[in-house]
């Protein structure tokens, strides 16, 4: 039986820890050595393999190497039919096109991660016809699963867009839409919807060179795809915490980087 645990809950048995090693306390028990260290991990369905698989692991090291959150550095891919999306409350699902129905199991587990505090994020990595096939059935699937919990563009003053960097703009590897959706769930934010292939932008090799090259910004619109990573991790640990004075200081004597300023506004493609 899975515990009934919010996000403010095991967030603050993290801040009980101290920041410098934010133990979670996660949606069901795990083992004691590997509490207080934070993973990213990625979520799939069915027999489909991961999509963009290095993306995952590139996050965590931007977010090890930016800030003082303790990050387990390994590749984590559970299925969403598992109860091993349990174990992590931090998801990212990455799609590409379109997939098979969710089973009715998997459908439950989505339903139970959103409700007892699991913050997940959806990105669209699919290139035309593949990028509406999965946006018309992630939809589908989330109106199924999780029905009175619809999704919406994310307001501009959300704490997100500055839980750590101060951001202007939210594109990925793509820039097509110059918002994120989101789901709410008892005032949090539980699931975000990119539609900008964030996960490319983060993809790149054990040597250091990037898969896919940033459109139409280039470096600096993948160093803000990478800012927008940082700053859904840090809202997935701290929540509204930033709004707080008190932890934006204790925030900022912990941090390795000081961050920058933000980044410069930048248009939205215009065709796809």
């Given amino acids: 039986m899975i515990d009934r645990i919010s996000r403010r809950q095991w967030l603050l048995r993290a801040l009980q820890t101290g920041l410098s090693g934010l133990g979670l306390a996660l949606l069901r028990p795990a083992r004691a050595s590997e509490i207080n260290r934070f993973r990213v991990a990625q979520v799939t369905t069915g027999d489909l393999p991961p999509a963009r698989p290095d993306a995952a692991f590139v996050l965590a090291q931007e977010v090890r190497f930016r800030t003082a959150v303790d990050v387990k550095l ?48 959806i990105d669209n990595a699919g290139e035309g016809t593949a990028h509406a096939a999965f946006d018309r059935r992630i939809r589908a699937e989330m109106a199924m699963a999780i029905p009175g919990l619809a999704l919406v563009q994310i307001p501009e003053d959300h704490v997100l867009f500055r839980s750590f960097y101060k951001l202007t703009s939210v594109f990925g590897r793509r820039a097509r839409k110059p918002f994120l959706e989101g789901v709410f769930h008892e005032g949090r934010l539980a699931i975000v919807l990119s539609h900008n292939d964030l996960a490319s932008a983060w993809s790149r090799d054990g040597f250091g060179v990037w898969h896919f090259e940033a459109l139409p910004g280039g470096p600096t619109q993948r160093e803000g795809a990478i800012r927008l990573g940082i700053n859904l991790v840090m809202y997935a640990l701290l929540l509204d915490y930033k709004d707080e004075q008190a932890h934006v200081e204790t925030l900022l004597r912990r941090r390795r980087l000081r961050p920058e300023d933000s980044l410069p506004p930048r248009r939205p493609e215009t065709d796809d």
């Fill in 74 to 121: 390994d590749r984590v891919v559970v299925g969403l039919g598992t109860a091993s999306v349990f174990d992590h409350p931090f998801l990212l699902w990455v799609g590409n096109g379109d997939f098979p129905a969710l089973t009715p199991t998997e459908r439950t587990h989505l339903a139970t991660f959103v409700h007892n505090g699991g913050f997940l994020v």
